[in-house]
C-alpha cells in the first residue's frame, strides 16, 4: 500500500500498514473502538507514536492502545 490510503473511507483491517497520509479520522476511531473497547480515545502521546514513522500496522496500533490501558 502507498501513501494513498483513504483513512477517511477504506476499509481498516489489523493489517492495514500505517501510512505517511494517515489520519485520526471517524474511520480510524471506528476501527480502533471495535478492537480495544468503548473507552477508546485519542491522546496527544498515543497520536505522536502512531505518527513517529517506524512501520507499524493498525493491529499493532490496537495492541499498543491496550498495552499502555493495562501495563503489566
Partial sequence: MTGDFDWHSA????????????????????????????????DRPFMAWIKDGRPKTMGDVADEWKRRRNPK
Fill in 11 to 42: 476499509k481498516i483491517t489489523r493489517a492495514t500498514p500505517v501510512t505517511p497520509s494517515y489520519r485520526n479520522t471517524q474511520n480510524v476511531r471506528r476501527f480502533l473502538v471495535a478492537q480495544c473497547g468503548a473507552d477508546f480515545k485519542f
